[in-house]
C-alpha cells in the first residue's frame, strides 16, 4: 500500500498548490471479506477528485459523499458498510464481499503539522519500517474520532494525542507492531476507543542490472507498481534518462564501482541481466556480501550453476541462506518467452517472494483468496 500513500501524497501536493479541500478516507477494520484491507485510503478533494481506493470500486461514489460532508463540516466521521447481505441496498451501494467495512473520513487541514497526510509522509522519508495509528470509536459514531494521530518509527514520534497515558500505551503497542512486522487492531476500552496500528513499509527498491533493451519493459512494470529502479551498467551508451525516464538512479561503472554507490537493504531486490556473463559473475560475488531478499538471474540454470562453480573454485563460500536467496532462471514459469512477459513473470516471481507466497492458482485454494487482515483485537484496560 506503500505505492498508494505516495500517490496521495503527490494529489494532496497539487491539490494544497491549488487550494482545494481534501478529505482522506481509510480503511480502519473489516469483518468478514472485503475487496481492501484495513490500511487502504483514498484522497478526495472537494472538486470530486479521488486518489487511491478504499473498495473495488462499488463504495466510491457513496464514499465520495461522506468525504464530501467531512471536508464541509470539518469533522472526522465514521462510516459502516454492511455487506454481508447482497441485496442489502441500505446505502445504494452493490458489493459481492460479504463483509462489513469500516471507513474512517478525515478532513485534511494543511497548516496542522502532524495531519493525517503529513504523518503518512513520514513513512516515505525513512528507509525503514514505521508504525501510523488511526483511532476510532464503533461504540460512539457521533462521539470523538481521534483519526490519524500518531507516526513512530521505533525512535521518533510524531502525534497528536493529548491523552499522555493513552499516547504510552499506543507508543508501547506500536512498538510491537514494528518488532512483529505485523498490524495491530486494539481496543483501549477505558477511552472506549479502538486503533489501528498499521506497519508501513518501505518502497521496493528494484536493481536492473544490464540496460538492454530487455530492461525496459521491466521498468515499465515496476514503475506502475510504484517500485524505486535503479539501473547499472558498464556501457555509458546504454545507460541514459533518454532510454530510462522513469528510474530514480542511474549508474554506471565496472561491479564494484557500481555496488559502491548502492544503498541495498532488505527491501532492496536485484535483477541481473546484462548478458555479460563475466559481469553478471562479478557482481553475483559482491552481492552476497551484501543482504538482499532476492537475486534473480536471467538466463538457463546451467549459467547459474557455472558461476556457482567459478566463485566456490575461487575459494568463496556460499552459504545455504545466501543460495537461498538466489532466484535462476529467475521469473515464474508462465509460459513467457518475450521480453515483456518475461518481465512480468519475473516481477510477479519478485512480488511473490517479498510477500512470502508461492504464486499458485487462486482457484486452487480452498479458504479465502485473501488471508485474514493481519491484525488481532487485544482488549486492555488502564489500571
Not at 28 to 46: F, K
Request: hydrophobic residues 40%.
Amino acid at each position: 500500500m506503500t505505492k498508494e500513500i505516495s500517490d496521495i501524497l503527490a494529489s494532496f501536493r497539487e491539490a494544497h498548490s491549488k487550494s482545494r479541500r481534501t478529505a482522506l478516507a481509510t480503511v480502519v477494520h473489516v469483518e468478514g471479506s472485503s475487496y481492501r484491507r484495513p490500511g487502504a485510503r483514498m484522497l478526495i478533494e472537494d472538486n470530486g477528485k479521488i486518489t487511491g481506493a478504499i473498495s473495488g470500486g462499488c463504495l466510491e461514489g457513496d464514499a465520495l459523499r461522506k468525504a464530501l460532508l467531512a471536508i464541509n463540516q470539518q469533522q472526522n466521521k465514521l462510516v459502516t458498510y454492511n455487506t454481508l447481505n447482497e441485496d442489502d441496498v441500505d446505502f445504494d451501494v452493490q458489493l459481492g464481499c460479504n463483509g462489513i467495512v469500516h471507513i474512517l473520513f478525515e478532513p485534511i487541514d494543511p497548516a496542522s503539522p502532524n495531519n493525517p497526510v503529513a504523518l503518512l509522509e513520514k513513512c516515505l522519508l525513512e528507509r525503514k519500517d514505521t508504525a501510523v495509528v488511526t483511532m476510532f470509536s464503533l461504540k460512539n459514531y457521533y462521539g470523538l474520532q481521534p483519526g490519524t494521530c500518531v507516526f513512530f518509527d521505533g525512535e521518533n514520534t510524531h502525534e497528536n494525542i493529548s491523552d499522555e497515558s493513552l499516547l504510552s500505551q499506543v507508543i508501547t503497542d506500536a512498538s510491537g507492531v514494528l518488532k512483529n512486522k505485523s498490524s495491530l487492531l486494539k481496543e483501549y476500552t477505558d477511552q472506549g476507543l479502538t486503533a489501528f496500528i498499521e506497519l508501513v513499509e518501505p518502497l521496493v527498491s528494484l536493481v536492473i542490472v544490464g540496460a538492454g533493451n530487455d530492461a525496459l519493459p521491466l521498468m515499465e512494470i515496476a514503475s506502475v507498481l510504484g517500485w524505486q529502479i535503479v539501473v547499472v551498467d558498464g556501457r555509458h551508451t546504454h545507460v541514459s534518462k533518454q532510454r530510462f525516464p522513469k528510474a530514480h538512479q542511474l549508474v554506471v561503472g565496472k561491479p564494484r564501482e557500481a555496488i559502491s554507490q548502492l544503498n541495498i537493504d532488505e527491501w532492496t531486490v536485484v535483477v541481473l541481466m546484462t548478458h555479460n556473463y563475466n559481469y553478471d559473475l562479478e557482481m553475483l560475488e559482491l552481492l552476497f556480501q551484501q543482504h538482499c531478499e532476492y537475486i534473480g538471474i536471467l538466463g538457463p540454470k546451467k549459467r547459474l550453476q557455472r558461476m556457482l562453480c567459478e566463485l566456490e573454485d575461487k575459494g568463496i563460500s556460499i552459504t545455504r541462506e545466501q543460495k537461498a536467496r538466489i532466484y535462476g532462471p529467475t521469473g515464474l514459469d508462465i509460459g513467457a518467452e518475450a521480453a515483456e512477459e518475461i518481465a512480468l513473470s519475473v516481477l510477479a516471481e519478485i512480488k511473490a517472494v517479498l510477500s512470502k507466497k508461492e504464486g499458485s492458482f487462486l482457484r486452487n485454494h480452498v479458504d479465502n483468496i485473501h488471508e485474514a487482515p493481519p491484525v488481532v483485537v487485544v482488549e486492555t484496560k488502564n489500571n
